[in-house]
């Protein structure tokens, strides 16, 4: 008796829409670049700019909080949240078209920036069914552990409302309040995530065996002070508290960073790509504390939290996140990989250091951040697009 076995289908050769990261980072690293080059060109280069209902700036920070590092949120936690629960996260056609909704945002924003209430209705269903693809398998799964990750989402979204009330002139602090209150809640979940696989990452990465110091005060006291500084900083504008409290997240997130330390990370691109963009979120504080005293420019915490603390560890997370879930190996990474880490540090440089320490070359030092920042996500392209197209090189799947 002969058996005839069902051959196994094969992979299809395009899987952009295999698994949540995969679409979302590869238009993260587009986005990045097409909105640092525009924005460049006009501020450093005097290219003229579209007619908008809001300063130019504001378009900036908006699209680098609300359009890249969510994309980038998004791709993480619909990966992160199905091997938390066990349970699928959209894939295929819902993905796509999760993806084609934040897509359509970005472009109204370039596009057709005068019309806000079309970019405000894409954008805020984005963000609602993106609620609601990472809610649903982790309330399936009752994994109440995870309900703070998915409240920083949600809060994200009204911090997001907040800037499209104000830009359509319902409220007139609106623009301000979701501008700043999504830069520091982007902050605190890089926080949290990085608290969560950060010390994992490097005790099972250093090559050797280490356990590292977590502890639960520091834990506890980095949300809670975050949350004031918060309420303090965006919505009552009181500087002294807020700076007082920022002094106090530096010491609390030094602590974790000193307790985090190993001298092996420094050999794993990988690793200290986290670790410094996590100390430069730091940093960010440690001007948010002294920016009262000394007099500096606000925009350079400000850039130090998004240049540094969010860039470094958005790639960071990124590179390590596609490497491991298409079949790679995270232990000997592409070689070329560090040169993107090094490109990022370099923009931080330029854009927080430089200009902290000599001020009238600012402009200089703004160009060259933006083209270390685009030669970064070039790179990141570059090597990253076939690994986000293909299937997995284990044929296994997402």
């Known amino acids: 008796m002969i058996t005839i076995q069902n051959p196994v289908k094969p992979p299809h050769p395009f899987a952009l829409f295999n698994l949540g990261f995969r679409p979302f980072f590869l238009l993260a690293g587009l986005f990045s670049i097409a909105s640092i080059l525009l924005w460049g060109s006009i501020f450093v280069y005097g290219w003229p700019a579209p007619r908008l209902p809001y300063s130019l700036s504001q378009w900036h920070a908006h699209e680098m909080i609300y359009g890249y590092a969510m994309a980038v949120v998004a791709g993480f936690l619909l990966t992160a949240v199905r091997n938390w629960t066990n349970l699928p996260t959209v894939t295929g056609l819902p993905l796509g078209g999760l993806t084609a909704l934040w897509l359509a945002a970005r472009v109204v924003g370039l596009v057709m920036p005068q019309h806000v209430w079309l970019m405000a209705g894409l954008d805020g ?15 399936r799964a009752k994994q109440k552990q995870q309900i703070g990750i998915l409240s920083k989402i949600v809060l994200l979204t009204l911090s997001n409302a907040l800037f499209y009330l104000g830009a359509l002139g319902y409220l007139e602090q609106g623009i301000a309040w979701g501008l700043y209150a999504g830069l520091y809640l982007i902050i605190s979940l890089i926080f949290v995530m990085a608290r969560r696989v950060v010390p994992f990452f490097i005790e099972r990465g250093v090559g050797y065996e280490v356990v590292l110091q977590n502890r639960a005060w520091v834990d506890r006291s980095s949300i809670f002070l975050l949350l004031l500084f918060l309420i303090s900083e965006v919505f009552l504008r009181w500087a002294g508290i807020a700076a007082l409290l920022a002094a106090l997240l530096v010491v609390v997130h030094g602590v974790r960073l000193y307790g985090w330390h190993t001298p092996g990370i420094w050999r794993k691109p990988l690793l200290w790509v986290l670790f410094v963009g996590y100390a430069a979120a730091v940093f960010g504080f440690l001007l948010k504390a002294v920016t009262p005293l000394m007099g500096l420019p606000p925009s350079l915490a400000v850039h130090a939290f998004a240049v540094g603390g969010i ?8 590179a390590r996140v596609a490497l491991g879930h298409t079949g790679r190996s995270i ?14 540090a370099a923009a ?29 996500y070039a790179l990141f392209l570059f090597i990253y697009l076939p690994i986000l197209i293909k299937p997995r090189v284990d044929g296994m799947p997402g």
């Open 331 to 344: 232990q000997e990474p592409i070689k070329s990989l560090p040169l993107i880490f090094f490109l990022l």
């Open 348 to 376: 931080f440089i330029a854009r927080v250091l430089l200009p902290l320490a000599v001020p009238t070359h600012y402009l200089v030092w703004l160009a060259f951040a933006q083209v270390f920042w685009i030669s970064a």
């Open 311 to 318: 860039g470094m560890m958005t790639v960071g997370m990124m």
């Open 125 to 139: 269903a984005f963000n609602l069914l993106l609620c609601v693809a990472l809610a649903q398998p982790i309330i």
